[in-house]
């Protein structure tokens, strides 16, 4: 849900919630519902690591026989379609994924 924000920018990513509008740079990504809301979830708590419990029940609301593995899908088909800034979006081991918007690829 757009809650006022009009726009979330950090690690050359921007967002506009209410148009559900992804760009890199000058680039408009292509973002499934979904990715979309694990993104803005994350951005929006940038630097907090978030668990996949918390992620598949913030935007899938329990509506997947996936389970966790939703997320983990989601998560990787985000990372390609962010394309070099996906770096941003790190995988904690065995707990979950945190927005880092200084995060390089090494």
Request: aromatic residues 4%.
């Amino acid at each position: 849900g757009a809650s006022g924000i009009l726009m979330l920018s950090a690690g050359g990513i921007e967002i506009e919630p209410s148009q559900r509008r992804t760009q890199v740079g000058e680039r408009l990504i292509d973002l499934r519902p979904r990715e979309f809301e694990v993104l803005e979830i994350l951005m929006r708590k940038a630097g907090r690591v978030l668990t996949r419990p918390y992620l598949l029940d913030a935007v899938w609301e329990g509506n997947t026989t996936a389970g966790l593995r939703a997320v983990d899908m989601a998560v990787s088909r985000l990372r390609k379609a962010l394309g070099r800034a996906g770096a941003c979006v790190v995988t904690v081991s065995k707990l979950g994924y945190v927005f880092r918007p200084n995060s390089r690829v090494r």
